[in-house]
């Protein structure tokens, strides 16, 4: 059963994943369903962050300026 948290007063829902010998992990498909994103991926002091890669309205690429 995944555990619920608050964070900045927002329940979090927090599932453990395993990491393959490749080092790949699985979004827990409730999760995947939720959210159904691509994703970026950034260190945070010794946190490992996976975040949806934000796009604009359209859904195409920023314009170069």
């Not at 490749?22 to 995947?32: D, G």
């Amino acid at each position: 059963m995944p555990a619920i948290i608050m964070k900045d007063s927002i329940p979090a829902e927090i599932k453990k994943v395993s990491i393959s010998a490749k080092r790949q992990i699985t979004i827990p498909q409730k999760f995947f369903a939720m959210l159904g994103f691509e994703a970026e991926c950034m260190v945070r002091g010794n946190e490992l962050v996976i975040r949806p890669v934000k796009t604009n309205i359209r859904g195409d690429l920023p314009q170069k300026t």
